[in-house]
């Protein structure tokens, strides 16, 4: 590296910084209230919901009685986690444990973009999209798991039993983390991820339902979830109420849900479309035969955005799981989801006019309610089907001489590819 070029790497560096650090800076002012946005309080949930949680699980049980309790037990840890900064208030040190978490995974982007065949592209996304979210990324706990999800995809470059276990560690916080497993290379690779992911994932299970009673109740009440009104099969019932639709929207299992005729139907038809999204994966991972350095982390976004936009529920702060694997994507040189990553970025700040920003105009369902849910969530489903379409290209042979040769459309050999 001549001194010319690394005076560049420094500069941009510093300026990477400096952007994170005042960015954040803006995120902790509106959590703590110094600015208000406008829209409904985002800061609640951890003020009351996590806080009444915590003084159950302090108590000695889950939340059994509370629907609102829709997590994995290791969620416990999440709610629990203030206990680490006793000499701040509840609310007050969870926002300033999700910026630790915000930090670590600038500085993991950060260091894994500096290595060689790397950039930092993903650092950039990354400092650029979580204040898109505006403060509800920090009033919720879903930017602490997609911090053991970057870490769990970077680690797994070298090391694939660190990439299972956090992977379970992921899931037993917020279910979504086992798709980081799906893209893992062929052969050893794979069964010391998964390997490892199995019996990690069953003795926390085990050590969670021993420690306190109840920490399998979640599964029910997520079962009778119905359909949030920021989904994508939400947009039918959005559109239905302009001509006279007889339902209505509703408070349930804390979160606003369309409630009336015909709204089971297309709930049950999201969930069929995330079990074709599941079938999907599935051939993806039969077929494919070439896995490069940037494979795991490509399906892991790829069947993140797609078990995001088949959700009945897409609430804003789900939009930090695929803008953390997105950053992941783009620190590999080789990866092929810059256009999903871009589509993912202009989500977020859609997102952030949704909620909390125009969130009356979407539980009225007037026009420009309509118009924000068919931006974002028609932005996600682009993201989405273009995920897959290069995943598909990147890694599956597309003719009979490619197979028969064993050589991949781009002359990469058609055989699972060990990380450097």
């Given at each position: 590296?001549?001194?010319?070029?690394?005076?560049?790497?420094?500069?941009?560096?510093?300026?990477?910084?400096?952007?994170?650090?005042?960015?954040?800076?803006?995120?902790?002012?509106?959590?703590?209230?110094?600015?208000?946005?406008?829209g409904?309080?985002?800061t609640?949930?951890?003020?009351?919901?996590?806080?009444?949680?915590?003084e159950?699980?302090?108590?000695?049980?889950f939340?059994?009685?509370?629907?609102?309790w829709?997590?994995?037990?290791?969620?416990?840890?999440?709610?629990?986690?203030?206990?680490?900064?006793?000499?701040?208030?509840?609310?007050?040190?969870?926002?300033?444990?999700?910026?630790?978490?915000?930090?670590?995974?600038?500085?993991?982007?950060?260091?894994?973009?500096?290595?060689?065949?790397?950039?930092e592209?993903?650092?950039?996304?990354?400092?650029?999209?979580?204040p898109?979210?505006?403060?509800?990324?920090?009033?919720?706990?879903?930017?602490?798991?997609?911090?053991?999800?970057?870490?769990?995809?970077?680690?797994?470059?070298?090391?694939?039993?660190?990439?299972?276990?956090?992977?379970?560690?992921?899931?037993?916080?917020?279910?979504?983390?086992?798709?980081?497993?799906?893209?893992?290379?062929?052969?050893?690779?794979?069964?010391?991820?998964?390997?490892?992911?199995?019996?990690?994932?069953?003795?926390?299970?085990?050590?969670?339902?021993?420690?306190?009673?109840?920490?399998?109740?979640?599964?029910?009440?997520?079962?009778?979830?119905?359909?949030?009104?920021?989904?994508?099969?939400?947009?039918?019932?959005h559109?239905?109420?302009?001509?006279?639709?007889e339902?209505?929207?509703e408070?349930?299992?804390?979160?606003?849900?369309?409630?009336?005729?015909?709204?089971?139907?297309?709930?049950?038809?999201?969930?069929?479309?995330?079990?074709?999204?599941f079938?999907w994966?599935?051939?993806?991972?039969l077929?494919?035969?070439?896995?490069?350095?940037?494979?795991?982390?490509?399906?892991?976004?790829?069947?993140?955005?797609?078990f995001t936009?088949?959700?009945?529920?897409?609430?804003?702060?789900?939009?930090?799981?695929?803008?953390?694997?997105?950053?992941?994507?783009?620190?590999?040189?080789?990866g092929?989801?810059?256009?999903?990553?871009?589509?993912?970025?202009?989500?977020?700040?859609?997102?952030?006019?949704e909620?909390?920003?125009?969130?009356?105009?979407v539980?009225?369902?007037?026009?420009?309610?309509?118009?924000?849910?068919a931006?974002?969530?028609?932005?996600?489903?682009?993201?989405?089907l273009?995920?897959?379409?290069?995943?598909?290209?990147?890694?599956?042979?597309?003719?009979?001489?490619?197979?028969?040769?064993?050589?991949?459309?781009?002359?990469?050999?058609?055989?699972?590819?060990?990380a450097?």
């Amino acid at each position: 590296m001549t001194v010319g070029t690394g005076t560049r790497v420094r500069g941009s560096r510093g300026l990477c910084l400096a952007v994170w650090g005042l960015s954040r800076a803006v995120l902790l002012l509106c959590v703590f209230k110094v600015f208000t946005v406008p829209g409904p309080d985002v800061t609640s949930d951890v003020s009351v919901i996590y806080r009444g949680w915590y003084e159950v699980l302090r108590a000695g049980s889950f939340p059994l009685d509370d629907v609102t309790w829709q997590y994995p037990p290791a969620a416990a840890l999440a709610v629990l986690s203030p206990d680490l900064l006793p000499f701040l208030e509840y609310a007050s040190a969870f926002f300033v444990l999700v910026l630790l978490c915000d930090a670590l995974v600038f500085g993991l982007l950060l260091y894994a973009g500096g290595r060689p065949g790397m950039r930092e592209a993903g650092t950039w996304l990354w400092v650029v999209g979580v204040p898109l979210l505006g403060p509800t990324v920090y009033a919720r706990y879903d930017l602490m798991v997609t911090a053991v999800a970057v870490a769990a995809l970077l680690a797994g470059v070298r090391h694939p039993r660190v990439l299972g276990a956090l992977a379970a560690f992921g899931t037993l916080l917020k279910v979504w983390p086992v798709l980081l497993l799906v893209g893992t290379v062929r052969g050893g690779e794979t069964r010391r991820a998964w390997s490892t992911a199995a019996v990690t994932a069953a003795v926390l299970a085990l050590a969670a339902a021993v420690a306190l009673p109840g920490a399998f109740a979640f599964l029910t009440f997520q079962r009778d979830r119905g359909l949030e009104i920021e989904s994508l099969g939400a947009l039918v019932f959005h559109v239905a109420r302009q001509f006279g639709w007889e339902g209505r929207v509703e408070l349930r299992y804390g979160s606003m849900e369309f409630a009336g005729p015909h709204v089971a139907l297309v709930s049950t038809l999201a969930l069929a479309l995330s079990v074709l999204a599941f079938g999907w994966l599935l051939v993806w991972r039969l077929r494919a035969r070439t896995f490069a350095v940037h494979t795991p982390a490509d399906a892991a976004f790829t069947g993140v955005l797609l078990f995001t936009v088949t959700s009945r529920v897409i609430s804003p702060q789900y939009l930090v799981w695929p803008l953390g694997l997105a950053a992941v994507c783009l620190v590999f040189r080789g990866g092929r989801m810059g256009r999903p990553a871009a589509l993912v970025l202009v989500a977020t700040a859609v997102t952030l006019l949704e909620f909390p920003l125009g969130f009356a105009h979407v539980v009225a369902s007037d026009a420009e309610g309509v118009a924000l849910m068919a931006v974002r969530n028609g932005l996600l489903v682009a993201a989405a089907l273009d995920a897959g379409r290069r995943l598909w290209r990147d890694t599956v042979p597309r003719v009979r001489r490619e197979q028969a040769t064993g050589i991949s459309r781009d002359g990469r050999a058609d055989t699972p590819a060990s990380a450097p």
